[in-house]
T-cell receptor
Framework: GAVVSQHPSRVICKSGTSVKIECRSL??????MFWYRQFPKQSLMLMAT?????????EQGVEKDKFLINHASLTLSTLTVTSAHPEDSSFYIC????????????FGPGTRLTVT | AQKVTQAQTEISVVEKEDVTLDCVYE???????LFWYKQPPSGELVFLIR??????QNEISGRYSWNFQKSTSSFNFTITASQVVDSAVYFC????????????FGTGTRLQVFP
């Protein structure tokens, strides 16, 4: 069964609003979580890496003020897209990694964000 | 620079055919990991395999097999006797040398298996 969940699976929001996406590891403690973005028919691009209790490390070109990441517990990380614009519409995927899962990355089912 | 190339954008086969998905990588590091993931229409990536750069043994898991050749920097994936449920996008990935947790993905190959 699934070991990583994401909520919501789909969200539509208006331009200028903020959207929060949750990523949960279901049966293990995830010391590290990753956030990816996938454009239609394209590859996954890593946006940021977050370790529990510390600030996220963002990849080059990713605006940290726009994509706020919080990893407050060993089972939950959140990505908040602030002041969303249509170009932020995408498929956002998280993955989680921890000792109990041999540090393999397990991916969530993804969240499709549409900004109108 | 690290790079993963999956030259096949889409492949269509009929059930029971064998199919090979190609993956060629570039890295300056001597220690790295290679991965294959499956992304079905539902969107969730499913881990298939991780291979250490020092282990060139081919691997077989049921109908799946992987051929790792460092000499050609390739890590190809073969599905034997394909089934409709194999229809998905398959991604090959390479670990970043400075951070093995960071994965560099190829552009993916969409496999369609027709009944």
């Amino acid at each position: 069964g699934a070991v990583v969940s994401q909520h919501p699976s789909r969200v539509i929001c208006k331009s200028g609003t903020s959207v929060k996406i949750e990523c949960r590891s279901l049966d293990f403690q995830a010391t590290t979580m990753f956030w990816y973005r996938q454009f239609p028919k394209q590859s996954l691009m890593l946006m940021a890496t977050s370790n529990e209790g510390s600030k996220a490390t963002y990849e080059q070109g990713v605006e940290k003020d726009k994509f706020l990441i919080n990893h407050a517990s060993l089972t939950l990380s959140t990505l908040t897209v602030t002041s969303a614009h249509p170009e932020d519409s995408s498929f956002y995927i998280c993955s989680a990694q921890g000792l109990a899962k041999n540090y393999e990355q397990y991916f969530g089912p993804g969240t499709r964000l549409t900004v109108t | 620079a690290q790079k993963v190339t999956q030259a096949q954008t889409e492949i269509s086969v009929v059930e029971k055919e064998d199919v090979t998905l190609d993956c060629v990588y570039e890295t300056r590091d001597t220690t790295y990991y290679l991965f294959w993931y499956k992304q079905p229409p539902s969107g969730e990536l499913v881990f298939l395999i991780r291979r250490n750069s020092f282990d060139e043994q081919n691997e077989i898991s049921g109908r799946y097999s992987w051929n790792f050749q460092k000499s050609t920097s390739s890590f190809n994936f073969t599905i034997t006797a394909s089934q409709v449920v194999d229809s998905a996008v398959y991604f090959c990935a390479l670990s970043d040398p400075y951070n093995t947790d960071k994965l560099i993905f190829g552009t993916g190959t969409r496999l369609q298996v027709f009944p």
